[in-house]
């Protein structure tokens, strides 16, 4: 299969999911080694979650079947343009690259948040739309502190 | 309780759930009218989840006490600023506002990549360190247009 049919793959998933009132139009695939690992479709409304989006559950469902937390080696096929919720998960994910098709500015035209979402995350914190406020504590840092110097700690 | 109260509360469960090996060093609760209606700690490598920020983690366990997908009228309150996923899982749940203690910088100097995530997001695609790329499909967008005119829709 070529990238085009993967990401053909993500967007059947889209439809068929937005048919079935799961949640938003969106799909994705995990691929590794050329074979298909993992699926996710929106279910945001369906589920009550608002992380459940179409990239986040893939990449959490590849995870579970590779019994793993890295997806290095890993490919994904998103129908749209990942927010930066999912941009994000991907990183943290590990995965090599991703593959999308509609863009964060078609996502806006339907009535997504996406565009406005990386306007936001890019802002001082004092410049966004929700409130963001600090409250220090020592305890909080020496929990950091604590963090560097344990020695079983599991790196990720 | 004040707002420190449940900055401490937050905190308690990033030290507990490093000491117990669950994850990062970070916890957060939701909290309603006063009640903490959700906990959250870090468990990315316990359960092999990239997306298992206590965050995102907090936030789906207060959607699933609720029964719904919206926050609005709740409270985040995190041991350490969110990071870009976090943040943006923030946003898509509609809490009305973030209360965190440690901050990016802080969580950078422990080896954490949060600092440089908000860098990444913030670039142009073909800036970023993991490669995105665009596979236009037609179908991708005839299912946008579908959602467009879809009668029975939940919006979120």
């Given at each position: ?28 695939i995990v691929v590794k080694d050329g074979e298909v690992v993992a699926e996710g479709y ?34 994904l096929y998103t129908s749209c343009e990942p927010c930066p919720m999912c941009l994000s998960a991907a990183y943290w ?64």
């Amino acid at each position: 299969m070529c990238n085009k049919d993967f990401m053909q793959k993500a967007v059947k998933l889209s439809r068929d999911h937005m048919e079935a009132n799961d949640g938003g139009p969106f799909g994705a695939i995990v691929v590794k080694d050329g074979e298909v690992v993992a699926e996710g479709y929106n279910r945001v409304t369906s589920t009550n979650d608002p992380t459940a989006h179409a990239e986040v559950v893939a990449i959490r469902d590849a995870c579970a079947n590779l019994n793993t937390f890295s997806l290095k080696g890993c490919e994904l096929y998103t129908s749209c343009e990942p927010c930066p919720m999912c941009l994000s998960a991907a990183y943290w994910s590990g995965v090599d690259v991703i593959y999308f098709s509609n863009t964060r500015k078609d996502a806006a035209e339907i009535g997504f948040s996406d565009d406005f979402l990386y306007e936001q995350v890019s802002l001082p914190l004092e410049e966004r739309s929700l409130p963001i406020k600090r409250i220090e504590l020592a305890e909080a840092n020496k929990v950091f502190q604590d963090w560097m110097v344990k020695e079983d700690k599991v790196l990720y």
